[in-house]
């Protein structure tokens, strides 16, 4: 009975395995979407039609749905000066029948600025018909910025050495910015000796929301902020030109210094942005664009760092440089502002002690280190043949003799 009860179970098994294996056979098969080479070519097409300027031809491959929207960016990207336009598709996953979504990295180039293309992920989304793929959508990846021509028309202002491109921004204004930006230029180029494109992109959104979608973060983060800067870490012959982005709200409450301040001040994380890696702390990245942005405005010392001088006259002056995580958007603003003030005055000091040509040293020294520990003190050495210690005191010395 054993052995009959074996092969039983034997059986049994061998009938549930055959089973299995028809149902297994029998299934239908999951959908597929189209080949990642297929949505390459059809955006490809997509990308040459634009950069052409052919209309019906950047219309031809978007689903019906989607062309009055794909029509009116066409018209704001068209006031863009384009050199260069493409998508890199990485990912194509099936979305059910006949529909697929696609991964692709958008690359941009603006003629006479970026020396790579600007990129930012996106998703594009595709319906087959009779045979046929069509794009049905292209939205930002999660956390992707938005786009300056995805927020409304585009107005493009060309200064002689910047591009103001804005949106519901009056002409008018972002020629005043372009004017300004123009005379932060050369006095960037003149305290910066190190070779720089010499030009800036500036973007001007509609309002302090706008800015935040612009740079993929919350707006919040950015109130009270007149600019920022993007750019890759370190740059290199091929990246894209920085982008300065204005805050509009902020900026348009600052009187004529004050904004003249800002953009050279930003103009100069254009022109440091290849010597400027991981291992610059923030205190010298700040405090050099600060000081350049002072430099030969007759400011005092007091009139320029207020926030750290009521410290200082208070018997509480700092200990050491401020870290990074002091200058965090969005905190402390005063302890913010004693940041920018303490870093401009650490570049202050190495100018007036050691001179400008050895700031600047300094800076590309700091930069040139492969990681951030040891960066500081390296370059404290080699170029001011001094100590972290020593430097420190002397640091506070110097505010205790500026704003005392």
């Known amino acids: 009975m054993a052995g009959q009860g074996r092969r039983?179970?034997?059986?049994?098994?061998?009938?549930?395995?055959?089973?299995?294996l028809l149902v297994a056979g029998c299934?239908?098969?999951?959908?597929?979407?189209?080949?990642?080479?297929?949505?390459?070519?059809?955006?490809?097409?997509?990308?040459?039609?634009?950069?052409?300027?052919?209309?019906?031809?950047?219309?031809?491959?978007l689903d019906p749905a989607l062309?009055?929207?794909?029509?009116?960016?066409?018209?704001?990207?068209?006031?863009i000066p384009l050199g260069g336009w493409s998508y890199r598709v990485t990912r194509v996953e099936p979305a059910g029948t006949g529909r697929a979504t696609a991964r692709a990295e958008l690359g941009y180039r603006i003629k006479g600025y970026d020396s790579g293309p600007a990129t930012s992920e996106r998703i594009v989304d595709l319906t087959?018909?009779?045979?046929?793929?069509?794009?049905?959508?292209?939205?930002?990846?999660?956390?992707?910025p938005q786009q300056l021509w995805q927020q409304g028309e585009v107005t493009a202002v060309t200064g002689r050495r910047s591009l103001v491109l804005g949106v519901g921004q009056r002409r008018e204004r972002l020629a005043e910015i372009a004017d300004a930006a123009d005379r932060a230029v050369p006095a960037v180029g003149d305290a910066w000796p190190s070779p720089w494109a010499g030009r800036i992109v500036v973007l001007v959104p509609a309002s302090l929301d706008a800015m935040g979608r612009l740079l993929g973060a919350p707006a919040a983060s950015y109130r009270g902020i007149a600019?920022?800067?993007?750019?890759?870490?370190?740059?290199?012959?091929?990246?894209?030109?920085?982008?300065?982005?204005?805050?509009?709200?902020?900026y348009a409450v600052l009187g004529g210094f004050g904004k003249g301040f800002v953009l050279t001040h930003e103009t100069t994380h254009v022109a440091t942005r290849t010597q400027t890696t991981a291992a610059t702390p923030l205190w010298l990245s700040e405090g050099f664009a600060d000081w350049v942005a002072y430099r030969g405005t007759g400011r005092t010392a007091v009139q320029a760092a207020p926030e750290l001088a009521r410290a200082v006259?208070?018997?509480?002056?700092?200990?050491?440089?401020?870290?990074?995580?002091?200058?965090?958007?969005?905190?402390?603003?005063?302890?913010?502002?004693?940041?920018?003030?303490?870093?401009?005055?650490?570049?202050?000091m190495i100018a007036d002690r050691w001179g400008e040509a050895r700031l600047t040293a300094f800076y590309r020294a700091v930069g040139a280190h492969p990681q951030r520990e040891g960066a500081v003190e390296k370059a404290l050495g080699d170029v001011l043949d001094t100590t972290p210690e020593e430097f420190t005191a002397r640091w506070r010395a110097y505010l205790a003799e500026r704003l005392g």
């Open 67 to 79: 062309v009055p929207a794909a029509r009116t960016e066409f018209e704001r990207v068209g006031k």
């Open 227 to 250: 600019a920022v800067t993007t750019g890759e870490i370190g740059g290199g012959p091929k990246a894209p030109a920085d982008r300065v982005i204005v805050n509009p709200d902020a």
């Open 27 to 61: 299934t239908a098969p999951g959908p597929t979407g189209p080949p990642r080479g297929e949505i390459q070519k059809l955006l490809d097409r997509h990308a040459e039609a634009l950069l052409d300027r052919d209309e019906s031809g950047y219309l031809a491959d």
């Open 128 to 144: 087959e018909r009779r045979g046929r793929w069509y794009v049905t959508g292209d939205r930002p990846a999660d956390g992707a």
């Open 8 to 20: 039983a179970a034997r059986g049994a098994g061998a009938w549930l395995l055959g089973a299995l």
């Open 313 to 348: 006259r208070a018997g509480t002056t700092p200990a050491t440089l401020p870290d990074d995580k002091a200058f965090a958007f969005g905190g402390d603003a005063e302890a913010m502002a004693r940041a920018y003030e303490g870093g401009w005055l650490a570049c202050a």
